[in-house]
């Protein structure tokens, strides 16, 4: 099973910058997509940006031509780059992966998250 831990969450000012990171550990097959999602209070949990296996990268509205995705194959580090940073972007973010794993012969894909950090930005 697959453990996800974020780290370089804050708090910055806006039109600053952050970096987040999300090592994954654990026992997989291999891990397919990878991706971050945020949640502000009082909001649902809402898709940032995700990267396949293979590169390909999706990214949300309000975030495209700020953020960039990008992950480390060889040691399973997935990466946030957030520029011109906004108050609106003030959430706790959280790091997903699609773990695979065989049981008996039989594969399975299992959705794992990470326990979110927080950035905040100040205006």
């Known amino acids: 099973q697959v453990q996800l831990a974020e780290s370089g969450g804050g708090l910055v000012q806006a039109g600053g910058s952050l970096r987040l990171s999300c090592a994954a550990s654990?026992?997989?097959?291999?891990?397919?997509?990878m991706g971050w999602y945020r949640q502000a209070p009082g909001k649902d949990r809402e898709l940032v940006a995700t990267?396949?296996?293979?590169?390909?990268?999706r990214y949300a509205g309000s975030v495209k031509g700020r953020f960039t995705i990008s992950r480390d194959n060889a040691t399973n580090t997935l990466y946030l780059q957030m520029n011109s940073l906004k108050p609106e972007d003030s959430a706790v973010y959280y790091c997903?992966?699609?773990?695979?794993?065989?049981?008996?012969?039989?594969?399975?894909?299992?959705?794992?998250w990470g326990q979110g950090t927080q950035v905040t930005v100040s205006s």
């Open positions: 990267i396949s296996g293979t590169g390909n990268t």
């Open positions: 654990g026992t997989t097959l291999r891990i397919e997509s």
């Open positions: 997903s992966a699609d773990d695979v794993w065989r049981s008996g012969g039989v594969y399975h894909t299992t959705l794992r």
